[in-house]
């Protein structure tokens, strides 16, 4: 499989992208993250779009030792401490632990991700206000929050949040200042996810 250099959209902006692997997987059966989709696991693709697109690519999980052997070698892995308690506690872990300005947060189940589009999404950033704090797709009212991006300085939102014990990650998209990514037909299929077994066909 070819690669290409990951194009950044200034030499001054930094991105990298957080993929969430420690979910329970409970409507699939088994570990999402190692189901095969047309003979490669998700995570695995998943993980080949996001460093096509970034530099940096972090897989925040439980247990690590599970994909040692779908990903490269040198794969940065952060240790999810608080398993279980969704993604926006995730993308919380993850902003303590990586310091770009914007990060790409993927869910390990889109296995039809595209590149390109996501490319076309990272030019936007440098335009985007200082005062919007994520770029994320959405369909009618509904938020496609594990395809989006995210700046660094949300991290005082997300504990806030955290701390009054809500979880919603729609319910923290509607409190703060977010810029909309339209979803036509190309980005609707590359949203698939899948959580059971029927949406692999």
């Known amino acids: 499989m070819a ?12 991105i990298a992208t957080l993929i969430l692997a420690g979910g329970k997987s409970s409507r699939m059966g088994t570990d999402k993250a190692l189901v095969n989709y047309q003979g490669k696991p998700m995570l695995q693709r998943v993980y080949q ?51 770009a300005d914007w990060i790409l947060l993927l869910a390990c189940d889109l296995p039809l991700l595209d590149a390109e589009i996501i490319k076309t999404w990272i030019d936007k950033l440098p335009q985007i206000s200082t005062s919007t704090l994520a770029l994320v797709p959405q369909r009618s009212d509904i938020w496609e929050p594990m395809c989006g991006f995210y700046r660094k ?12 014990r809500k979880r ?14 339209e979803v036509d037909e190309k980005v609707d299929l590359m949203l698939l996810n899948c959580n ?4 692999l066909e």
């Not at 690669?3 to 930094?14: A, C, E, T, V």
């Open 49 to 99: 779009v996001a460093a096509e697109c970034t530099e940096q690519v972090y897989i925040l999980t439980p247990w690590a030792e599970r994909y040692q052997n779908i990903l490269p070698l040198d794969c940065n892995y952060l240790i999810e401490t608080q398993p279980g308690k969704g993604p926006v506690n995730g993308l919380s872990e993850g902003l303590e632990q990586i310091s």
């Open 196 to 199: 059971y077994p029927g949406d």
């Open 153 to 164: 300085e949300i991290k005082t939102e997300l504990d806030s949040f955290l701390k009054s």
């Open 168 to 181: 919603s990650f729609q319910e923290l998209l509607l409190g703060i200042e977010v810029e909309v990514l």
């Open 3 to 14: 690669y290409h250099l990951p194009i950044s959209p200034s030499p001054n902006l930094s």
